[in-house]
């Protein structure tokens, strides 16, 4: 059994997903303590890419922002060893695999560890393409032969998407979560948050019910696209208090 | 050397290939890979493919001696393999053919496909109405406007075209947007893919429908020169032509292979190791890993990536690569059009052009293959344009 993030062992965990430098990296900076202010347990970072395969409009749009500005890898691991000395929230990043190759893979895995990085979700490398233990998806379609390898090959928890697709905010999310969950269950105690797709409180409620944390991310995204700080603020709290209410 | 392994198991040519895909996608390529190797040796689906390869595609295509290039450069012996002769002027419809036949073996009743010129696209909505399937293409919006005929086309045949108006608006957004509707999709729907690229088993499977290329091009030259060919060229953008042309010649250590790229989107001559729709291969990339947009006049080769196999080529040193620059497809494009009546492809004067360095080095006893993937009608109204 790899680690956990202990962070789980508390309460159902509110992780809550920004891409690194949209608008700047300054914001992202300011963005990390006023989540974490406001309720958020992890801060999931994505790393733009030009071609985030796994990602709607949403996403793919704070992707080419933050590209404007030029921000790589290397800046992203350097506003990390920043805020570090202020704070202890666990930092996930989010990254297509090509980002970590160009980067150096195990120089990406030495780096993530000197910074302070809690853990690594690729989406585009399944666990048959590396021997690292990253946190891997386990999705709607996965089969049971996959969520068996999934469950062994984890860290830190598994990321359930919740629907078949992209990242996104929806109204409907997958009906065969429950038989999903179960089915990790049977492979692995790690905790399972689900992600993609959860974009208000009640869902997010329905989904900690579930499992065992939520993701948000594309919903957040889009208020910061449209520079609505106080609003990310007011809606993580929200999440927050519809998570606790519920469990 | 043994070339017909490969990919092994996992889909991996070397250190190239694989699957670099989202969880989503993952159950749908390993339901792919097994039905396409169970269904593809059914004696009943090569005899339906071979059907309609013959009666609809018009196969085989001629391996035409072009006597007046030939004489121009005063060595080889120049033959070309008359790509552009099939039913929808390209090699193209050998792989949607037979792509869509397993479809419909599958069960699967809506087709995506990404374009880029729109040549597979048409080719896919051809298979698709012969076959009575739902056809989508994806094609980027800069490509839409610059294709209007192709697209237009692909309405005719009953598909829809959806532009894609997501990054540089061009084929490489068309395949993330197609791979983005297939991870929603995967249960009812087939992807069609038009290249020897992405995730296993695409870059085995394209390339398998390809290799009719070669095997009828080694055949009719053996039948008309009484030996192999001395050289194979083609040209390369994900490299779908020229794996067909080459593959059925890899363990003949006579024969050598030249694969040419355009120069703005050399992938092979320019770029380097990393991973781009689901596949490890080489591409053009920033220093920080971002994906370049890439220039040709050529839009079927105007791509960041290539195939996982030609990266593997090029690595082991069985095929060499090289780049031609827009002026000598160009120049290669009027030439075959003045010397041999046959307006080629811009994609296809790729190859023409560099005939330009080769030919001269050879003798007369040598001979050149060059594989003229399709017909340049398409690229008519845009060479006036310039």
Redesign the interface.
């Known amino acids: 059994m790899r680690k956990r993030l202990e962070i789980f062992n508390k309460r159902k965990a509110l992780i809550t997903y920004i891409t690194a430098g949209d608008p700047s990296l300054a914001a992202t900076e300011k963005l990390i303590f006023q989540l974490e202010a406001s309720g958020a347990d992890i801060i999931e970072l994505g790393i733009p890419f030009s071609d985030p395969l796994a990602d709607g409009p949403v996403i793919q749009a704070s992707h080419q922002r933050a590209l404007k500005k030029d921000v790589a890898l290397a800046d992203v691991f350097k506003l990390v060893a920043k805020v570090r000395q202020k704070t202890q929230i666990p930092i996930c990043f989010m990254l297509s695999f090509n980002l970590v190759l160009k980067y150096g893979l195990e120089k990406f895995y030495d780096k993530m560890k000197e910074v302070g990085v809690n853990g690594v979700i690729i989406p585009d490398l399944p666990p048959e393409e590396t021997t690292h233990h990253n946190i891997f998806l386990v999705a709607p379609t996965s089969t049971e032969h996959r969520i068996k390898l999934i469950a062994e090959r984890s860290a830190g928890f598994i990321y359930l998407v919740s629907v078949a697709g992209i990242t996104g905010q929806r109204e409907q999310l997958a009906g065969n979560l429950r038989s999903v969950i179960g089915k990790i269950r049977k492979y692995t105690d790690l905790p399972i948050a689900i992600g993609f797709g959860i974009s208000n409180p009640k869902q997010a409620a329905e989904m900690a019910n579930l499992a065992d944390g939520v993701i948000v991310g594309s919903a957040i995204v889009d208020l910061i696209a449209r520079k609505k700080y106080q609003q990310v603020e007011k809606f993580v709290r929200s999440l927050r208090v519809a998570i606790d209410a519920d469990s | 050397m043994k070339f017909s392994g490969l990919p092994d198991k996992?889909g991996h040519f070397g250190k190239f290939g694989?699957?670099?895909?989202?969880?989503?996608l993952?159950?749908?390529l390993?339901e792919l890979t097994e039905k396409y190797c169970e269904i593809r040796k059914e004696p009943e689906f090569k005899e339906e493919l071979n059907y309609y390869l013959e009666n609809y595609v018009g196969r085989p295509t001629p391996l035409y001696f072009a006597e007046r290039l030939t004489k121009e450069f005063g060595g080889p012996r120049i033959y070309l393999k008359r790509e552009d002769l099939n039913h929808t002027g390209a090699h193209k419809i050998n792989n949607t053919i037979g792509q869509l036949l397993l479809a419909r073996k599958m069960g699967k009743k809506r087709i995506i496909a990404e374009t880029g010129a729109g040549q597979h696209g048409v080719a896919t909505a051809t298979a698709a109405a012969l076959f009575n399937l739902e056809c989508i293409v994806y094609m980027g919006e800069e490509d839409v406007r610059r294709q209007a005929l192709n697209v237009y086309r692909m309405k005719l045949l009953g598909a829809k075209v959806v532009p894609v108006k997501?990054?540089s608006r061009t084929l490489?957004?068309a395949v993330?947007e197609t791979?983005?509707d297939w991870?929603?999709?995967?249960?009812d729907t087939f992807y069609c893919l038009g290249s020897c690229v992405g995730p296993h088993p695409y870059p085995m499977m394209v390339r398998d429908f390809q290799l009719v290329i070669g095997e009828e091009a080694k055949k009719q030259h053996l039948a008309i020169e009484r030996k192999l060919p001395d050289y194979l060229v083609a040209c390369v953008g994900g490299g779908s032509n020229s794996i067909g042309l080459f593959h059925p010649f890899l363990e003949d250590k006579t024969v050598k292979m030249i694969g040419v790229e355009a120069y703005g989107a050399a992938s092979i001559s320019n770029g380097s190791?990393?991973?781009?729709?689901?596949a490890l291969a080489d591409?053009l990339?920033t220093?920080?890993?971002?994906?370049k947009t890439t220039h040709s006049i050529s839009a079927g080769l105007d791509y960041s990536g290539v195939g996982p196999e030609h990266s593997y080529l090029r690595e082991i040193s069985r095929v060499e690569y090289t780049a031609v620059t827009d002026r000598q497809a160009l120049q290669g494009f009027k030439k075959l059009s003045k010397l041999e009546g046959i307006i080629p492809a811009l994609e296809s004067a790729h190859a023409i052009a560099y005939l330009e360095k080769l030919a001269p080095k050879l003798t007369r006893a040598q001979s050149i293959v060059v594989c003229l993937s399709g017909r340049g009608d398409k690229d008519a109204e845009e060479i006036r344009n310039l």
């Open positions: 996992s694989g699957r670099f895909v989202p969880e989503t993952m159950p749908a390993e997501s990054g490489k957004d993330n791979l983005r991870m929603a999709s995967s249960t190791f990393g991973v781009l729709h689901g591409i990339q220093k920080t890993g971002q994906i």
